[in-house]
């Protein structure tokens, strides 16, 4: 279960790319009723989303050249230099190279061999997230690759990563947890194979919900598209996959997708 104690190696953070960051907060404050606190100038347009004044997510405008709306998701490091060459020598690339967040931390932007972007984060003064594994908050993260075992073996490289197979539908899920602690305790996130023909590899996060097929209503309201609509799936619990006005993908779950 993905935990405020953030292990290294476990999802920290997640933040959104948007060409509008304000349209974005709109949308999503519109199906999770998130509030939006932005962080001024000096933070160039970055800001935080909110529920009862906690951090769930945050977004920013797009500052790489050639990007797309997408959620990224950090993973948490005890030393953010040592683990952006553990991406370059396992064959990743790193696309924007460490440097502090002021006070906060320090992060690096990274792509997995197979095209996969996601970051890390060595905290200072912010550890992460105020609130994963709530509803309207992170739950779990699930990286989608066309080579599933190539995908966990570079991980495995540069943080250390366990898995254990789990049975799915026309599939078999790798459920992930850290280095260390219990296998199953630990659980913050799945790697699966690509969901269709066209799909670039991806991390997307999912959000936990009771009411499932009432934020895809909200979601379709706001002007959000419905990329696999709400269904059961054995034991698992019932998801969606969404994507926001701006095309950026991100899921919903009723329940924890690590319990049967």
């Known amino acids: 279960m ?15 790319g948007s060409p ?10 519109a199906v999770f009723g998130w509030t939006f606190q932005q962080l001024g100038p000096e933070a160039g347009g970055y800001g935080f989303f909110q529920t009862d004044g906690k951090t769930v997510a945050a977004v920013g405008p797009l500052t790489e050249e050639g990007a797309q709306s997408a959620w990224t998701t950090y993973f948490k490091t005890p030393d953010a230099d040592a683990t952006a060459r553990a991406v370059a020598d396992a064959g990743g690339t790193v696309r924007v190279a460490p440097f502090d967040v002021m006070e906060a931390g320090r992060m690096a932007q990274v792509t997995d061999p197979q095209g996969a972007r996601f970051a890390i984060w060595q905290a200072g003064t912010t550890q992460g997230l105020d609130v994963v594994s709530a509803d309207d908050a992170l739950v779990w993260t ?3 690759t066309g080579d ?14 366990r898995n254990e197979p789990f049975p799915a539908p026309g599939m078999t899920y790798l459920v992930l947890s850290p280095a260390e602690g219990d296998l199953k305790a630990t659980t913050f996130g799945g790697i699966a194979p690509v969901m269709g023909e066209g799909q670039p590899p991806s991390w997307t996060p999912y959000f936990a919900t009771e009411v499932v097929d009432e934020l895809v209503g909200r979601a379709e309201k706001a ?3 419905v990329l696999m609509g709400a269904e059961d799936v054995p034991n698992v619990g019932r998801i969606a996959w969404l994507a926001d006005p701006f095309g950026a993908p991100f899921a919903l779950i009723k329940g924890e997708p690590q319990e049967s």
């Open 142 to 144: 699930e990286l989608h």
């Open 20 to 29: 509008d960051p304000a349209a974005a907060a709109a949308f999503y404050g």
């Open 2 to 16: 993905l935990t405020t104690d953030f292990p290294n190696g476990s999802p920290c953070w997640i933040d959104l």
């Open 148 to 161: 599933q075992e190539a995908g966990f073996a570079f991980y495995k490289a540069v943080f250390g990563w």
């Open 223 to 225: 002007g959000g598209k």
